[in-house]
């Protein structure tokens, strides 16, 4: 459905002012893409709701008609997750965007999906409180609860399905549900909110969420640790998670990686297989001590330098410079788009799955970086081509297909953080096997007309 009638642009007019709908072409234009290569059907219209009742009500409107809805956040999701198929109406959520409260004494923070993580941190950092769940670029919070984002700093303090307490859902037909409690447990009955966290909008909508926040740590330090070849660095990451080092980040990077950050960023890193890593603690000889256990299980592993006293502001452009991996490798490949792999392995298998991913990627002489949150087993691989070169773009999506079936082999999970989108769709069934006909009878229970983001996780 690419065309509202007038009488149905009327009847949308009728729930939100006329600023907030829109059905001009630049408009739709925009919300056929994420970052990613998928582009999807031009929608027939926009329409950017406020409060849940709204939703509600044009929720309960579309699915009488028959129309396709797809959730909109901030568009930053590397699997066409937020991309319409069908046309029919995006609801976008960025003016949906309050932080409805903040309760220190719980920590805790009440807010609706369009609010963004970073300005959720400079709010909640007035009370010495941050949200930890950090996937490098400033999502909303609705987009997150919808792929379970994780990030860099998972390892330590998991990732968004362990962060959300409750939570104010609509339905595809318009009913308004709660899920969850307040409390920092519950065995009461199914774990709904579970459920809908990562169901990418498919089974409905979340129009406010209670968030668990953390203590902002009074201190960090941040280690390079640089390994002579992939095999050693990978190694070592499973000796430090195993040694109960508790990092709050541990990121493996490629030379090839690195030497576009060096060139990008104007960084002086060696140009070797290096481990970030990042400590939190109480106090400065605390971590000095966790810093010398890390160094002595890397030498373990054949370490060839290990620093660490960084400087902040060296710091910050360390990590600013990881978190902006993914832009700086599409800057230097113009006129390149990518295949992201975001595969997830046992932390034991790790070592062998970014060997075979390197592999696989050089005797293919493929563009393709090859690295990842290596402190939970999440793998990326960009792989970068031209979607026009038929040739070249059906060796990127095989060596995609080869990876992430070795990662479920291994009894791995073809996304770690991204959610499947349209892009991991055909690997649903590999994965999940009988569980996944389960998952198919959820979503024809809740959506039986699948209107709710159609085309996303499901055939």
């Known amino acids: 459905m690419n065309e509202f009638t007038q009488k149905q642009i009327s009847a949308l007019l009728s729930f939100v002012e006329p600023d907030r709908f829109s059905t001009g072409r630049s408009n739709r234009k925009l919300h056929t893409h994420d970052i990613s290569s998928h582009v999807g059907a031009l929608p027939a ?34 699997e066409g997750n937020p991309v319409p ?22 920590l805790q923070a009440d807010v609706q999906p369009g609010v963004l993580r970073k300005e959720l941190n400079r709010q909640t950092g007035r009370y010495g409180l941050f949200f930890p769940v950090d996937p490098g670029a400033d999502a909303s919070i609705g987009g997150m609860i919808a792929n379970n984002a994780s990030g860099v700093q998972t390892i330590k303090y998991g990732a ?17 549900i709660h899920t969850g409690c307040l409390a920092g447990k519950s065995s009461s009955g199914y774990d709904l909110t579970r459920l809908f966290v990562g169901s990418e909008g498919t089974l409905g909508v979340v129009t406010e969420a209670t968030l668990k926040l953390t203590g902002i740590p009074s201190h960090h330090l941040t280690t390079v640790i640089t390994f002579n070849d992939l095999e050693s660095a990978a190694k070592a990451v499973s000796l430090m998670i195993g040694s109960g080092l508790e990092p709050a ?62 400087e902040e502001k060296e710091r910050e452009g360390l990590w600013r410079a990881r978190h902006e ?55 990326h691989v960009v792989l970068m081509g031209d979607p026009r070169d038929k040739k070249e773009w059906s060796l990127l999506e095989e060596i995609n297909d080869r ?42 229970l809740i959506d039986p007309e699948g209107l709710m983001n159609p085309d996303k996780i499901f055939f």
């Open 325 to 379: 991996a993914w832009e700086t490798i599409h800057q230097t490949h113009v006129g390149k788009e990518s295949i992201i792999v975001d595969a997830a392995v046992p932390i034991s298998l790790y070592p062998e799955m970014i060997l075979f991913s390197q592999k696989l990627v050089d005797e293919h002489r493929a563009i393709g970086y090859v690295f990842g949150h290596a402190g939970d087993g999440n793998l």
């Open 160 to 176: 968004t399905k362990d962060a959300v307490r409750r939570l104010t859902v609509v339905l595809p037909d318009g009913q308004v």
């Open 403 to 444: 990876i992430v079936g070795h990662a479920v082999e291994l009894g791995g999970t073809c996304t770690g953080e991204h959610g499947v989108g349209i892009g991991k769709r055909k690997f649903m069934e590999m994965e999940h096997g009988e569980s996944y006909e389960l998952m198919k009878k959820i979503k024809m």
């Open 45 to 78: 219209g926009i329409i950017w709701p406020v409060a849940t009742g709204e939703v509600s009500r044009i929720l309960a409107w579309t699915y009488k008609e028959g129309i396709p809805v797809t959730p909109w956040g901030a568009g930053t999701s590397a």
């Open 249 to 310: 980040a541990l990121e493996l990077l490629p030379p090839a990686l690195i030497r576009l950050m060096n060139e990008a960023k104007g960084l002086n890193l060696r140009e070797t297989p290096s481990l970030f890593c990042e400590f939190h603690g109480i106090s400065k000889p605390a971590l000095l001590e966790t810093a010398d256990l890390a160094r002595e299980l890397a030498e373990n592993c054949g370490s060839a330098s290990f620093s660490f006293g960084i």
């Open 85 to 106: 198929t069908r046309g029919g109406l995006v609801m976008d959520f960025t003016r949906m965007d309050k932080i409805i409260a903040i309760r220190p004494q719980d």
